[in-house]
């Protein structure tokens, strides 16, 4: 009789000590989760804050828009500056392949001196 009291009082020891390690994970669940929730809440804060920014940029944008009547000079300005784009770029392509043909010459000399020397 005392064995079988024991083995239960080993049993009581063993759940009582499970059931304590299963709060403990609930604990560290609950607050891992109310962490999460603190941070989606401030996330969701930002978000609306961003929201009314931005939707007044738009409404500004708009207003701005609506002002300019006339878009003719924008646009001779616009295509100007893609003229102008496409020259620095066509300079810049030929400087660039400039560079490299003086580069291999340079070499070419280079290993033309070491020859002689």
């Known amino acids: 009789h005392a064995l079988e009291e024991r083995e239960a009082a080993n049993l ?3 759940a009582c000590a499970r059931a304590k390690q299963s709060v403990e994970n ?3 669940v609950l607050t891992s ?3 999460q929730l603190a941070e989606a809440e401030r996330a969701a804060k930002e978000a609306r804050e961003l929201a009314i920014v931005s939707r007044e940029r738009a409404e500004q944008l708009t207003k701005d828009a609506e002002g300019v009547q006339d878009t003719s000079s924008l646009e001779e300005d616009v295509s ?3 003229i102008d ?3 620095f770029q066509s300079a810049y392509d030929f400087a660039k392949e400039s560079k490299e043909e003086a ?5 070419e000399a280079r290993l033309a001196h070491e020859k002689n020397c």
């Open 80 to 82: 100007n500056a893609q």
């Open 33 to 35: 989760t109310e962490t």
């Open 85 to 87: 784009c496409d020259a």
């Open 12 to 14: 009581r020891n063993t």
């Open 103 to 107: 580069v291999w010459r340079a070499a």
């Open 26 to 28: 609930f604990d560290a």
